[in-house]
């Protein structure tokens, strides 16, 4: 199937007319509301819930102490005014946990929290910010901003050649070094959000859990690897979605009881039962050589219905209106025939 071989099909069910131009433009949106009145068409992929914990030095060189914060700890930041560290998550966050190991100490140091924005780091607007000179659990909490960037931060050299720097990056500086530097035994960032890729439409599952799954069914693997899952206590491992953006997906945790409210627990290496895995399954809208010939007519037909019940020469209300209802009737007869159709 073609978008040419389809518009052809919609200029005969119009009669010869129809502006070629329009219809190539309205091609992509008819294929996308019938991927959703369909969803036949998925996909399965891991999300890793994965952050990085970067040491930053006054000239913008960095050290990776990704292993340290989820382990032994790091130093957040050295006795240089400036000197900083970052965090960077492939999802989006608004809460970090530190557990102080050792406090601050000396002079009268100051700190600064902020988030990059694909320009700039720009100050965060915090709800509460750790309290360095105490030992023990302290949070970083921040309203999330609206424009947030997945992009390294420029003038940061990473810390070796091939670092996947598309994050979200949050920046804690002492602006005014103590004369001992504060240093964590662990640190977690709470990970909720996540970016969906352009062709994904939908949420048909996501799951949060020790085991990786290979197939679509998501609920009946389940029932299989974690026969315990609807029914399991502690640490969440089945989440679902909330509607953030049409190209986010936020992640609740199920019961929602379980779990932390402000996001996914952060991952440590110790924590043996749990992965840093989400499985999502989600409808896509398909590729072009993807569409089988017998939805070609289908597309053809929603394309003849808009384009039918548009101003100007192809203008026919009432043949625009048989067409939808034609095309409709045809989506609920596939709906029937697939409904006991396993998901490819």
């Known amino acids: 199937m073609s978008r040419e071989s389809v518009i052809e099909e919609c200029q005969d069910f119009l009669l010869g007319v129809g502006d070629p131009d329009h219809l190539l433009s309205e091609y992509?949106?008819?294929?996308?509301?019938?991927?959703l009145a369909l969803p036949i068409w998925t996909?399965?992929?891991t999300i890793v819930n994965q952050w990085s914990a970067l040491q930053v030095a006054l000239n913008g060189s960095t050290t990776d102490g990704t292993a340290l914060a989820q382990s032994t700890g790091m130093a957040i930041s050295t006795l240089v005014d400036?000197?900083?560290?970052l965090l960077g998550g492939s999802g989006k966050f608004d809460?970090?946990?530190y557990t102080i190991l050792t406090p601050h100490s000396g002079g009268t140091p100051v700190y600064t929290y902020e988030y990059w924005n694909g320009l700039y780091f720009l100050p965060l607007v915090t709800v509460s910010t750790p309290d360095w000179s105490q030992t023990g659990v302290q949070s970083l909490v921040f309203i999330l901003p609206d424009d947030v960037s997945f992009t390294p931060p420029v003038d940061i050299q990473p810390p070796y050649d091939d670092f996947d720097g598309v994050r979200f990056w949050v920046?804690?500086?002492a602006t005014t070094a103590p004369t001992t530097t504060a240093a964590v035994a662990t640190l977690q960032v709470r990970q909720h959000t996540w970016p969906l890729d352009q062709r994904e439409q939908d949420i048909v599952a996501l799951s949060y859990y020790p085991n990786d799954l290979t197939r679509t069914e998501i609920v009946?693997?389940?029932?299989?690897?974690?026969p315990d899952w609807r029914t399991q206590v502690g640490p969440p491992r089945m989440y679902h979605q909330v509607e953030e953006t049409a190209l986010a997906v936020r992640l609740v945790p199920l019961p929602p009881t379980q779990g932390d409210p402000n996001g996914l627990l952060g991952f440590l290496p110790t924590a043996?039962?749990?992965t840093n895995n989400l499985v999502l399954c989600a409808a896509v809208t398909p590729e072009e050589g993807d569409i089988p010939p017998w939805l070609e007519g289908l597309v053809a037909l929603r394309l003849a219905a808009r384009e039918s019940q548009r101003l100007g020469e192809t203008s026919a209300p009432d043949l625009g209106k048989t067409l939808l209802q034609?095309?409709?009737?045809?989506?609920t007869m596939i709906r029937d025939v697939l409904g006991n159709m396993e998901l490819r």
Do not use: I, M
Not at 220 to 226: F, I
Not at 326 to 331: A, C, M
């Open 171 to 173: 920046r804690v500086t």
């Open 43 to 45: 996909t399965a992929r």
């Open 220 to 226: 009946e693997a389940l029932d299989v690897t974690l």
């Open 95 to 97: 809460t970090v946990v």
């Open 28 to 35: 992509a949106d008819v294929v996308r509301e019938l991927s």
């Open 82 to 85: 400036g000197s900083s560290h």
């Open 326 to 331: 034609l095309t409709e009737n045809l989506e």
């Open 272 to 274: 043996a039962v749990l």
